[in-house]
């Protein structure tokens, strides 16, 4: 099966390192561009004809390094390479080379192309590892004006390359300007510069998107994405047509920011937390001396987060966190290589695609290490350990900790909106307006009912109770007994009179406790709201017969009993006070027993229910930031596809996971790190909302357990969302995490360990996908599906991928493939993880876009290899150094030695390749040093 070629290629290019770096020391190189997706791009595509070998029988291996001579500096300065073709002397280049928008390209630009003869260029495994050792020799070159390039017919010139002399011919070569979709009006955009006196017009190829100018799209876009990598190829298709790749990758400020705006807001609701602790009032001894040592731990955790958050203030630099940081403390909430991977196809037949997928480091707590395993085992050892703390302090479940924060996030949300829809309640009745009270009065009820609603539970009730007995001296009193008619009468008359409703006290501590006291002040609440709208009513109904007497003349002395009877608000005043006065009783009381709830948690597990609580923090940070960059890029991306837009909406956002960690040694810690972070993330909803301000970067609210993600659109691209979502519909995620190791570990895992935390995350996250595709097709019509569904069946393919995974097949990447294509299909995101996000990301990333190209855009299968090669190939990103000459007749590398002494435990796979590495550096350190 076509899975099994694609799981030999993909564990035989594991091997390939050096061509993985292109995730690596890239990026730290890269300027600090603006990414202009699909705007002013500059690409040409080379190809050479009859080259001539230095010897008659000698098959030539040859690439293009390009250099760039500009107009007012007349300095060369190397830029590019192609790949290696090799064994002909027709080489036709599959890689273009490409000018990003801050790059200086006019017309009186001169681009030098020098060909070179790649010397014994071998195949095996060891050769392309230490390819960047190959000694090149130089045929030819030649140079060209980027204006005549812009200005000839067909925008194609052939050049004849010549040695270094200018005497002899060796070939010839073939340029083209390389143009991806549909141009603006106007082929070229010409901008006038001057550069010392002289005039230069810029050169750019200028393209859009669909339906919106890519100007539009830029400041938005601009505010997450930094420092753009683009490359182009050119690959044929099964028809002898060609197709066009740009591949683009750039980091995001996300990086950054989202993790200091989540760890702000930790600091806010620990701040929170301490504060409700310490207003819990007198406690026993025991219980007060339990309060101090957790307010002790919880100021220091505390002062650990803003010391956090101070120090990533402080950060400058590259927008992103390199797999070599991912052991610094201060950096421990920042993911590693978060990257945008995007490529872009233009078929000669098809629409254009899009194709994205966010790499990035696996969300885990490295700093903190996994000799005890990570947050799954852990959360788990310690929710056994709690249920045994016996007489310490008071065990509650997880659930109802969980509940006892939504009770207190809920009472900090709707208090204050009680009291601002009360006072407005009370200008309405100042000035009079019957439509202004009407509307004030039905604020206020649903707010004071969905306050009433929060505290029917029995956790309140009985957290009361734990709390009084946790006060000196307390007493219990049985309940009371239930009560007559006469009682219940009385109740209707207090009714009737809410002013007359005593205020109860706190709760006692040197007296009886009555279990049915707080029954009796949570309904006062609920009785002063429907008295004040039965007072409000009956304004209304005398306001409303006062109108239609008054059409009859009435006397003054009537005009002044009216007036007096007609004064609203000093007859709803007194109500709106008792309502007030209701409700902070019940707000003391709830605030003070889930507080006391909070500090059972805490105590039942100091210190390592903090450290588990900071562990969740890290963790929940990297996989946030990855999650909000993939939410961004997915919502520009769709902004006119009306069907993902109802998707969004109706069903929510599906984001897949592709995980390649193995389940060995520490690797087994950071897979259960990562498997608690991204379930955390179904925690998390978006809302999209219209930018008042040129800064679009997302907003965050909320509190541990439910966060809100506010992302901002400028005002044109905001007007194209359906109306649902203009209108702040929370948008809901479904993340999906499916892992399968793929490295030597793995092997280890499979043949001497256990595999079972692979297998039992797979399984779960199949139930989960399957909820949401059953969501999907409750609520979307079938014409929602991308366009080319009739392919394959989704229900067949989740049939397949549920087969797979219960096979426990060794390094079954069927899964992978399975997951990803299912996860397109519904319109959701991708994500590739592993350790760092470069060698297995890199080499999956790159697998699956070619095996994209050939499934959906008929890449020639005679070509699939060597479009994979160009992919993965470094000598495309500029290899050479810059310090060689190009025309000495031999380009030799001459980075210094360190760099072609690779990391040894890398070696250590296989004794082999450590012997051959020994006899190669000792080799080519005799070399530089005879």
């Known amino acids: 099966m076509q899975f099994s070629f694609i799981y030999q290629l993909l564990t035989k290019e594991l091997v390939m390192l050096l061509s993985a770096f292109r995730y690596v020391d890239l990026y730290l190189i890269t300027s600090s561009a603006k990414f202009t997706i699909f705007y002013f791009y500059f690409a040409l595509s080379p190809a050479c004809k009859d080259l001539v070998a230095a010897t008659r029988d000698r098959k030539l291996n040859t690439f293009i390094q390009v250099s760039v001579v500009?107009?007012?500096?007349?300095?060369?300065?190397?830029?590019?390479?192609?790949?290696?073709?090799?064994?002909?002397?027709?080489?036709?280049?599959?890689?273009?080379?490409?000018?990003?928008?801050?790059?200086?390209?006019?017309?009186?630009?001169?681009?030098?192309?020098?060909?070179?003869?790649?010397?014994?260029?071998?195949?095996?495994?060891?050769?392309?590892?230490?390819?960047?050792?190959?000694?090149?020799?130089?045929?030819?070159?030649?140079?060209?004006?980027?204006?005549?390039?812009?200005?000839?017919?067909?925008?194609?010139?052939?050049?004849?390359?010549r040695t270094s002399d200018g005497g002899k011919t060796v070939g010839t070569i073939e340029v083209n300007l390389v143009k991806m979709g549909e141009l603006e009006e106007g082929e070229t955009d010409h901008i006038t510069a001057d550069t010392q006196d002289q005039k230069c017009a810029l050169v750019r190829e200028c393209?859009?998107?669909?339906?919106?100018?890519?100007?539009?799209?830029?400041?938005?876009?601009?505010?997450?994405?930094?420092?753009?990598?683009?490359?182009?190829y050119r690959f044929p298709t099964?028809?002898?047509?060609?197709?066009?790749?740009?591949?683009?990758?750039?980091?995001?400020?996300?990086?950054?920011?989202?993790?200091?705006?989540?760890?702000?807001?930790?600091?806010k609701e620990d701040m929170r937390r301490n504060?409700?602790?310490?207003?819990?009032?007198?406690?026993?001894?025991?219980?007060?001396?339990?309060?101090?040592?957790?307010?002790?731990?919880?100021?220091?955790?505390?002062?650990?987060?803003?010391?956090?958050?101070?120090?990533?203030?402080?950060?400058?630099?590259s927008s992103f966190k390199s797999s070599c940081s991912k052991g610094e403390k201060t950096l421990e909430f920042i993911p590693i290589n978060l990257h945008l991977q995007r490529m872009h196809v233009h078929s000669p037949r098809l629409k254009d695609a899009l194709y994205d997928v966010i790499t990035v480091g696996a969300p885990a707590a490295h700093f903190q290490g996994f000799k005890n395993g990570g947050l799954r085992k852990l959360l788990s050892k310690f929710e056994a350990e709690r249920r045994n703390t016996g007489y310490q302090c008071i065990y509650y479940s997880p659930e109802n900790t969980a509940k006892a924060k939504e009770v207190l996030s809920n009472i900090n949300h709707l208090q204050p909106l009680i009291s601002s829809h009360a006072d407005l309640l009370l200008s309405s009745a100042s000035q009079r307006s019957p439509d202004s009270l009407k509307n004030s009065l039905k604020m206020l009820s649903e707010k004071t009912e969905l306050f009433v609603h929060a505290f029917k539970d029995q956790l309140v009730r009985s957290a009361l109770l734990a709390l009084y007995t946790a006060r000196p001296g307390c007493v219990l009193k049985k309940p009371a007994v239930p009560r007559n008619s006469a009682e219940e009468g009385a109740d209707a008359q207090h009714q009737e009179h809410p002013s007359q409703i005593k205020r109860q006290d706190s709760i006692p501590h040197h007296s009886e406790y009555d279990e049915e006291e707080w029954d009796r002040v949570w309904a006062n609440v609920a009785k002063s709201l429907n008295c004040l709208i039965a007072m409000v009513d009956r304004l209304l109904e005398?306001?409303?017969?006062?109108?239609?007497?008054?059409?009859?003349?009435?006397?003054?002395?009537?005009c002044k009993v009216l007036h007096t009877g007609g004064d609203w608000y000093e007859q709803l005043y007194p109500l709106v006070i008792t309502l007030k006065d209701c409700m902070g009783e019940v707000v003391t009381r709830a605030k003070q027993s889930m507080a006391f709830v909070l500090l059972q948690e805490l105590a039942c597990g100091l210190p390592q229910c903090l450290m588990l609580t900071l562990r969740r923090d890290i963790v929940f940070s990297q996989a946030l930031a990855g999650l909000v960059c993939g939410f961004v890029i997915k919502l520009h991306t769709g902004l006119h596809d009306q069907g993902?837009?109802?998707?969004?909406?109706?069903?929510?956002?599906?984001?897949?996971?592709?995980?390649?960690?193995?389940?060995?040694s520490e690797e087994a810690g950071m897979l259960e790190d990562m498997a608690v972070g991204i379930s955390d993330l179904q925690k998390v909803m978006f809302k999209v909302i219209e930018a008042k301000s040129e800064d679009f970067l997302p907003i965050i609210t909320g509190r541990r357990e439910h966060y809100i993600i506010e992302v901002q659109l400028p005002a044109k691209m905001f007007e194209l969302l359906p109306q649902e979502i203009k209108e702040g519909k929370l948008l809901r995620m479904y993340p999906v995490l499916f892992n399968v190791g793929i490295n030597e570990q793995q092997t280890l895992a499979e043949r001497f360990g256990d595999t079972t935390l692979q297998e039992n995350i797979n399984q779960e996250n199949l139930e989960l996908l399957k909820e949401y595709y059953k969501l999907f097709t409750e609520k979307m019509p079938p014409d929602c599906l991308p366009h080319f569904q009739e392919q394959n069946d989704l229900k067949g393919l989740l049939e397949s991928l549920h087969q797979n995974i219960q096979a426990k097949k060794r390094?079954?990447?069927?899964?992978?493939?399975?997951?990803?294509?299912?996860?397109?299909?519904?319109?959701?995101?991708r994500f590739t993880c592993c350790k760092s996000a470069k060698d297995r990301t890199s080499m999956s990333v790159t697998l699956e876009q070619c095996s994209i190209l050939r499934d959906e855009h008929q890449l020639?299968?005679?070509?699939?290899?060597?479009?994979?090669?160009?992919?993965?190939?470094?000598?495309?990103?500029?290899?050479?150094?810059?310090?060689?000459?190009?025309?000495?007749?031999?380009?030799?590398?001459?980075?210094?030695?360190?760099?072609?002494?690779?990391?040894?435990?890398?070696?250590?796979?296989?004794?082999?390749?450590?012997v051959v590495w020994l006899i190669l550096s000792l080799a080519l350190l005799l070399a530089k040093y005879q």
């Open 70 to 161: 500009h107009p007012a500096e007349h300095i060369l300065t190397r830029y590019s390479s192609t790949e290696i073709v090799e064994g002909t002397k027709d080489p036709l280049f599959l890689t273009g080379v490409t000018f990003p928008p801050e790059y200086p390209i006019y017309e009186e630009t001169k681009i030098k192309l020098t060909v070179y003869d790649v010397k014994d260029k071998s195949q095996d495994t060891v050769s392309a590892l230490l390819h960047s050792l190959h000694r090149s020799y130089f045929l030819g070159c030649a140079t060209f004006r980027v204006g005549d390039l812009v200005k000839s017919k067909e925008q194609q010139l052939t050049l004849t390359l």
């Open 207 to 232: 393209t859009a998107t669909e339906g919106i100018s890519g100007k539009d799209n830029l400041p938005s876009l601009n505010a997450v994405l930094r420092n753009p990598v683009c490359k182009l």
């Open 238 to 267: 099964s028809d002898n047509k060609w197709m066009r790749i740009r591949e683009q990758m750039a980091e995001t400020t996300l990086s950054f920011h989202v993790p200091k705006e989540l760890i702000n807001l930790h600091i």
């Open 275 to 317: 504060q409700e602790l310490k207003d819990l009032g007198e406690l026993a001894p025991h219980w007060d001396n339990m309060r101090k040592s957790v307010i002790a731990h919880c100021d220091q955790m505390l002062s650990m987060y803003q010391d956090t958050l101070a120090e990533l203030g402080k950060h400058t630099g």
């Open 542 to 558: 005398k306001d409303i017969s006062n109108v239609k007497e008054g059409e009859n003349e009435p006397s003054a002395a009537d």
């Open 644 to 664: 993902f837009l109802q998707q969004l909406h109706t069903v929510g956002l599906l984001v897949q996971y592709e995980g390649l960690l193995s389940t060995y």
């Open 811 to 829: 390094k079954n990447v069927e899964i992978m493939w399975l997951a990803a294509t299912i996860c397109r299909k519904l319109n959701g995101v």
């Open 860 to 914: 020639h299968k005679d070509f699939f290899i060597r479009a994979l090669d160009c992919m993965r190939s470094r000598q495309t990103q500029g290899a050479l150094n810059e310090s060689d000459d190009p025309e000495t007749g031999c380009l030799t590398d001459n980075k210094p030695t360190s760099r072609h002494f690779y990391p040894v435990a890398l070696l250590l796979v296989s004794s082999h390749l450590l």
